[in-house]
């Protein structure tokens, strides 16, 4: 009798840690709103969960985020070796790092890594057209053509005074700011879906050409 046990390879761990960083984050964010007084999602930035109360969940998921995506990094270096992609996404992880590290009562460095986030992972994801050419991959680098531009034309309503009730196309920056951090959530966990399903289905033809020369 003989157990079939799947080797863990690489892309099985980036889409462990493209699963375990976003929905971590998603999950303190939405138990920060629940706790933090007065909060309202629409007008606040994310980042002011990460000041009073609420600031050990917040700080801490965001730098976890960071972690994942660094390690990530890694892995993705070894699986795939393309250098630009695996440059791009370890930026990302560690400006998502400083994020949680600089709090928003911590500026102008808090700013800075929250701006870079957008930018770099946007241009990942763009990137990972380098991967391979599949009708997924080209969607995930739509997505982060989107981004990119959602971030630049949402620009000056992400720089606005925390009190600042000013409105675009009828959202605030609360608003528009969950637009683009979901937006690209959405598109790494997809990503880490992606490389896990392909792994699991390689695995499988590689099981049945094995079993095909055994006959």
């Known amino acids: 009798m003989h157990l079939n046990i799947k080797k863990i390879n690489n892309r099985d761990i980036i889409g462990l840690l493209l699963l375990i960083g976003p929905i971590q984050f998603i999950l303190s964010v939405l138990i920060a709103e629940g706790i ?11 980042s002011s969960l990460g000041v009073g109360v609420t600031a050990p969940i917040f700080n801490l998921s965001v730098m976890i985020l960071g972690l994942c995506m660094i390690a990530c990094a890694y892995f993705f270096q070894k699986e795939y070796n393309k250098m630009i992609p695996s440059i791009l996404l370890l930026i990302t992880g560690m400006c998502a790092f400083g994020v949680g590290l600089f709090p928003e009562n911590i500026p102008p460095y808090h700013g800075i890594f929250t701006g870079f986030v957008f930018l770099f992972a946007a ?42 009730e000013l409105r675009f196309l009828g959202f605030m920056k609360g608003t528009l700011e969950r637009f ?14 992606y490389l896990s399903r392909k792994t699991e289905n390689g695995m499988k033809l590689e099981t049945y050409h094995r079993n095909q020369l055994k006959s």
């Open 36 to 46: 933090a007084i007065n909060y309202n999602s629409a007008k606040y930035y994310v």
């Open 123 to 164: 241009i990942f994801l763009i990137s990972s057209i380098k991967i391979e050419k599949s009708p997924f991959i080209v969607i995930l680098t739509l997505l982060g053509v989107l981004v990119l531009i959602s971030s630049f034309i949402l620009f000056p309503y992400l720089g606005l005074e925390i009190e600042s």
């Open 180 to 193: 683009i951090i979901y937006l690209t959530l959405t598109a790494f966990l997809g990503l880490g879906g």
